[in-house]
């Protein structure tokens, strides 16, 4: 129907369910598909690899999910902050080949100083100001995530739990306006 489609997977599995997956996403025609950093090098290089019968597609791999903390990420044996796993995962991901990462918008500006100009850098976690979090520990608002060097914002349940949502996609509007 002539839209971009992001297909936010977050695929975690063997390389080759993973090359799959991407392949079954390149067949429908989607534009970005997620892998989880997290699975390692494996998944995110067959991801890539599997993409690049896929012009348009592009694999984007999550760092670190925008409601972990510190403490989560020790929970897991991850004796770092998340801004540090972040880059970490972002290194790494580059290394694989993907075209990008997924991380919080407080992570944009250093990220974007580490991959460079062209990477894309999708920042959930997005939210109006004055508004809560809810369930993001790293948020920032559309305007803050441009600025510091996201390409792409993810504004989710700001509009789809919006009782007008056409309004508080609106506010996004002319917040990214300024």
């Known amino acids: 129907m002539g839209k971009d489609v992001f297909l936010d997977l977050k695929l975690f599995e063997i390389p080759n369910s993973v090359a799959g997956a991407v392949r079954a996403a390149g067949a429908l025609g989607a534009s970005m598909v997620t892998v989880h950093s997290m699975?390692?090098?494996?998944?995110?290089?067959?991801?890539?690899?599997?993409a690049r019968d896929y012009p348009r597609l592009r694999v984007l791999a999550l760092t670190v999910v925008t409601s972990m903390t510190g403490s989560d990420l020790a929970d897991i044996g991850v004796e770092v902050s998340p801004?540090?796993?972040?880059?970490r995962l972002a290194r790494l991901a580059e290394g694989a080949g993907c075209h990008g990462v997924i991380a919080s918008p407080q992570e944009a500006a250093r990220l974007r100083g580490v991959l460079g100009p062209d990477s894309l850098i999708v920042t959930p976690g997005v939210?109006?100001?004055g508004e809560s979090p809810a369930e993001h520990a790293r948020s920032g608002t559309p305007r803050a995530a441009i600025t510091a060097g996201a390409s792409h914002v993810v504004v989710g349940r700001t509009v789809t739990r919006a009782a007008d949502p056409v309004a508080a996609l609106r506010l996004v509007r002319a917040d990214l306006d300024g």
């Open 127 to 129: 939210t109006l100001p």
């Open 39 to 50: 699975g390692g090098t494996g998944i995110m290089a067959a991801a890539v690899a599997t």
């Open 83 to 87: 801004q540090a796993q972040v880059l």
